[in-house]
Nanobody
């Protein structure tokens, strides 16, 4: 599976961005998709994950209530809608794919496939 994230940019605090991740290669619909992020000098953080059906999701506490993960299997694309952005959300955001749902996601979660990241910068 090849993954390509896009949609990052510079936004003011309180603003919104929608990230997209286009997948190609294998049957997209069978994969769990996730978003992770890494800020400079910090370790990678889990943000959100979504099961293949789109009906089951998991969020990091920092993302709950502000971010929404969704997917369109017909378009082989997963999205991350980010609202009420804060300067601490500044990071490179990566999408990832895995063949199995893990029931618990955190910063140490391993995924099978990773895409190149997209930079999100939130100014204060």
């Amino acid at each position: 599976v090849q993954l390509q994230a896009s949609g990052g940019g510079l936004v003011q605090s309180g603003g919104s961005l929608r990230l997209s991740c286009a997948a190609s290669g294998r049957t997209f619909g069978g994969y769990v998709m996730g978003w992770f992020r890494q800020a400079p000098g910090k370790s990678r953080q889990f943000v959100a994950a979504i099961r293949w059906s789109g009906l089951t999701t998991s969020y990091a506490d920092s993302a709950k209530g502000r971010f929404t993960i969704s997917r369109d299997n017909a378009k082989n694309t997963v999205y991350l809608q980010m609202n009420s952005l804060k300067p601490e959300d500044t990071a490179v955001y990566y999408c990832a794919a895995d063949s199995s749902w893990k029931y618990y996601y955190d910063d140490s979660t391993r995924m099978e496939y990773w895409g190149k990241g997209t930079q999100v910068t939130v100014s204060s």
